[in-house]
């Protein structure tokens, strides 16, 4: 596989992966009844959503024939409106008003998931990622890259499969440190789900900040290329 591919294919899933609330959700499971199966459970939804999004977005895009090389008015248009959604995001994600909205979210939906039956939590965990606003726009250029790049069947494939594997990474670090310790480190994962809950908030801001700066410079400069082009 192209090295540009890789990098950029795992950069969109770390992007998906950053989710503060979903991870405190995983966390959360984990302090409950079957914690393996249930927080596997989850994040199996949130892996098979993330891959079904792509697979999706991909096909509409050879459907209608969507030009998402950079430079393309519609990779452009993707790029800076991806760019304002995350300044946004960011922006929202660093004031008072955000703590006590996500605090208030993230508590409704962790008191209601101790008496779930355990498939009902692969539905929730494709809705947490399908519902996430901001996984839409490297839900786009994760479809874009595969479409440009046509590395055929085995490599989208291939390809897929790390961006659904980075995507799920950080979700899956605490079942797998759970395992490791043979469930010895209850305390800290009921210290980190408690710290999701609350503190995480300026850490999601300062992401999609980052993230809305590179996506405002990649539709610049497909724009600056775009008017060059046309000329």
């Known amino acids: 596989m192209d090295a540009s591919l890789v990098t950029k294919s795992s950069l969109f899933g770390m992007g998906i992966a950053f989710s503060p609330l979903h991870i405190g959700v995983v966390t959360l499971l984990l302090l409950g009844r079957a914690p393996l199966r249930r927080s596997f459970a989850y994040v199996l939804g949130w892996t098979l959503a993330n891959l079904l999004a792509v697979a999706g977005l991909m096909l509409l895009g050879q459907h209608f024939s969507l030009s998402l090389t950079h430079g393309a008015r519609e990779q452009v248009l993707i790029d800076l409106l991806g760019a304002g959604g995350l300044l946004a995001l960011g922006l929202y994600q660093l004031t008072p008003q955000a703590l006590i909205g996500e605090e208030g979210m993230a508590l409704r939906l962790m008191n209601r998931l101790p008496g779930l039956d355990t498939w009902l939590l692969v539905p929730i965990g494709a809705a947490g990622a399908l519902l996430t606003p901001e996984n839409l726009v490297f839900y ?31 979700l899956l670090l605490p079942p797998l440190a759970w395992i490791a310790s043979s469930g010895s480190i209850r305390e800290p ?3 980190l789900e408690e710290w999701l809950q609350h503190k995480a ?3 999601v801001g300062v992401l999609a900040l980052v993230f ?16 060059v082009g046309g000329a």
Do not use: Q
Request: negative net charge.
């Open 140 to 170: 786009l250029k994760e479809a874009g890259l595969l479409l440009i790049n046509h590395p055929g069947i085995p490599a989208d494939l291939e390809v897929s499969g790390l961006f659904a594997l980075m995507a799920s990474s950080l």
């Open 189 to 191: 994962i009921a210290r």
């Open 201 to 203: 908030e300026w850490l």
């Open 212 to 227: 809305a700066a590179w996506l405002l410079y990649e539709g610049l400069h497909g724009l600056e290329l775009m008017t």
